[in-house]
């Protein structure tokens, strides 16, 4: 498998793009199906504003990113992916707090979004460390807010590193690459 490095500045923020592990776990095993239903465990959580359900499938050392994207031309076309700007650089910390606020008075969410989140083309590679897996799926999220007939769209790759915690999975790391260099929405105020 070749592993394609993208990244906005020739350095060390380069990222890489589809499943870098070598040690695939195969589609319908155990593993590969418990992801799988954690994966669309959250997306039903978030979906339906569960956010304390949605708290307890993370990590407390979580970092969940969204690089900002650009877009390219020539020879520097595969490196527009710029991890030195972010969309959003959160920890666990601030995913409390925002989800405190989403649960309360976020005026940006007032009234709160429609969601849907689809999960698909799921891959996933065993860590070096135990225990822990690299997942990679795509994220089409479906947005409606307020009377607007018209939807918002947005397409993402997913990044993820879940870990292995007394039986169940916990989200550890995840970077969020939006497809798009100009966002669509109204505001960046859901989950991803």
Not at 120 to 128: A, D, H, I, K, L
Not at 137 to 147: A, I, M, N, Q
Not at 165 to 185: C, F, H, N, P, T
């Amino acid at each position: 498998m070749t592993t394609t490095r993208s990244t906005a500045a020739p350095d060390q923020t380069t990222i890489l793009r589809g499943l870098v592990s070598r040690a695939r776990v195969p589609l319908g095993s155990a593993i590969y199906n418990r992801l799988l239903e954690t994966l669309y465990d959250e997306a039903a959580a978030l979906d339906e504003r569960r956010f304390d359900d949605w708290v307890a499938m993370l990590e407390h050392d979580l970092v969940y990113t969204a690089p900002i994207r650009l877009t390219r031309t020539g020879p520097n076309r595969d490196r527009d992916v710029m991890r030195t700007m972010y969309h959003f650089h959160e920890d666990y910390g601030s995913i409390l707090m925002r989800t405190g606020r989403l649960q309360k008075s976020a005026w940006a969410e007032d009234p709160p979004s429609r969601c849907r989140r689809f999960v698909t083309n799921v891959r996933v590679g065993e860590c070096e460390t135990a225990g822990e897996y690299e997942v990679v799926s795509y994220l089409l999220l479906e947005r409606s807010r307020g009377d607007n007939p018209e939807n918002e769209r947005m397409t993402a790759e997913r990044r993820d590193v879940w870990r292995e915690v007394d039986g169940a999975y916990k989200l550890a790391r995840r970077e969020i690459i939006v497809d798009q260099s100009v966002l669509g929405m109204s505001n960046f105020a859901v989950f991803l």
